[in-house]
Every structure is written in structure tokens, then in C-alpha cells.
């Protein structure tokens, strides 16, 4: 397989191109630091609390992921692209983040007890330092907290690896003419990816992008409406591969339709 540009657009305005997989290789079997030869992707954050440590799975009932799924097979019918949806609670466990932030307070609680406190025997500086660890510790568990405590340049790299790593989980490099497109929102992140392979890429005009699908899911989730969102966003997905890609005969189903959620 002949490896081709990338472009991409990620949150932020971080624009990447002429990107390529060393070697020809597979993007299914490379996914750390690349993305998939062909691909197109997009990304945007939202930038309201989508809820503390809502787990998509009850973000998205079994009512709201039935017409997700209608939608996906709808949008399908009128193009040859085969489009997949994935929403996951956090691509990374971030475990530092508690630990810096526990520093960070400890760090305070020092400075503050040497500031306003008197003089105290240094077991109380020890036990306000611990204290404010595990606070700390505590704290960066809740989501909204731990959002806070990202850094962009930490996190964007995370999203995009593990939205590649659904691309090939998914099966998305394996359809027959290479038309698989993974739609990948992440909750704590507030991040939408989407990710198009090869024939789809070559189809699309070199100054069109995916930031309206992007766009439509992030308001959703704005608006704690995760699946409003998708749903808006799979149609206008659809849209836009039906003018570019138009169904041929016989256009097989050769991905499932079913919502992927990681909790």
C-alpha cells in the first residue's frame, strides 16, 4: 500500500501536512505518533462541562443510541463511505495530573503556614503538606477538575493516538475501496475527531474539511446533548460523502452500524 499526504486540522488552529507512514506500512499497525496514510482528520474542543465523570454509556441511553445507529444506516444508503461512531470517556488515565496537583497544594500549604501562621513544630508542616497531597490526589478524580489541570499540548496527542487506534480497532482501514470515515468524540478531553481513510481523501476537495461535522458534535455535547450532536453530525457526514461519493452497485454494508461506547 502506497502511503499518502495527511492533513490536519486539530484544535487550536495546529495545522499539520505532508505527513506519511514510514516504510508504506499499515496504518492499522501503526498508530503511535501518525496518522493512518490517507487520512483527513479534524478535531475541536467544546468548551462547557459536558457533566463530572459521566460515562457515555449513561450519556447515551438505549433510545438515543437506536436513532444513532438509524441515522448512521441512513446516511449510508445514499454514499459508498462506511461511516463509524466511537465516544469514550478519556483517552488517558492522566495519572500525574494528581500528583501535580497535590504538589501544587502542598507546595501552598507550606508557604502559606510560613506566611501567616506562628511558629509550629514541624510535624503540623508535615501533616498540612500530606493532607493537601491527598487532597489533591482526590480531587483530580473528578473530571471537571482534572480537565482543568490539562495541558492542550499533553492532551491533543493523546486524542489523536487513541482515535487512531479506534480507526484500526474498528476495522476501518479494511473496507473495499478504503472508504471508512470514524467520527471520535472524547468526554473529558472535549475533543471530536474525525478521521476519513484514503478513498475518501482522494474524492474530497483540497480545501474542504470535516470542521462542520466537527462543529455540529461539539455544540451537542455543549449543550449536554451528546447525541443530538453525533446524530447532527453523521447526517452532515453523509451529506458530504453522498456529493463526493455516491453509492455504487451494490453498496454493501461492510462495517457495523452499532454506537462503539468506552466507558
Avoid: K
Avoid at 113 to 139: D, E, H, N, R, V
Avoid at 154 to 176: H, K, N, Y
Amino acid at each position: 500500500m502506497s502511503s499518502s499526504p495527511l492533513r490536519a486540522e486539530v484544535a487550536g488552529g495546529r495545522r499539520v501536512d505532508g505527513a506519511r507512514t514510514e516504510g508504506g506500512a499499515d496504518p492499522a499497525a501503526s498508530v503511535a505518533g501518525a496518522f493512518p496514510a490517507g487520512a483527513a482528520a479534524s478535531a475541536a474542543a467544546a468548551h462547557r462541562e459536558a457533566g463530572s465523570g459521566v460515562r457515555p454509556s449513561d450519556l447515551i441511553d438505549g433510545e438515543a443510541r437506536a436513532r444513532l445507529e438509524a441515522a448512521v444506516r441512513e446516511a449510508e444508503r445514499s454514499t459508498g463511505g462506511e461511516i463509524v461512531v466511537a465516544v469514550v470517556r478519556a483517552c488517558d488515565a492522566y495519572a500525574s495530573t494528581g500528583w501535580w496537583l497535590g504538589a501544587s497544594l502542598a507546595a501552598l500549604a507550606f508557604l502559606a503556614l510560613g506566611l501567616f501562621a506562628p511558629p509550629l513544630p514541624w510535624i503540623a508542616y508535615l501533616a498540612a503538606q500530606a493532607t493537601a497531597l491527598g487532597a489533591g490526589l482526590a480531587l483530580a478524580r473528578v473530571d471537571g477538575v482534572r480537565r482543568l489541570c490539562l495541558r492542550p499540548e499533553a492532551v491533543d496527542p493523546r486524542v489523536e493516538e487513541r482515535a487512531l487506534r479506534c480507526f484500526a480497532e474498528q476495522g476501518l482501514t479494511r473496507t473495499r475501496g478504503r472508504t471508512g470515515i470514524l467520527i471520535f468524540a472524547a468526554l473529558l478531553e472535549r475533543r471530536v475527531v474525525v478521521l476519513a481513510d484514503e478513498g475518501i481523501d482522494r474524492v474530497r476537495g483540497p480545501d474542504e474539511s470535516w470542521q462542520a461535522v466537527v462543529d455540529l458534535a461539539v455544540d451537542g455535547i455543549r449543550r449536554g446533548a451528546a447525541a443530538q450532536g453525533l446524530e447532527a453530525a453523521v447526517r452532515r457526514c453523509g451529506a458530504i460523502l453522498a456529493r463526493h461519493l455516491p453509492p455504487p452497485a451494490p453498496n454493501p454494508d461492510e462495517l457495523p452500524n452499532a454506537l462503539v461506547l468506552e466507558d
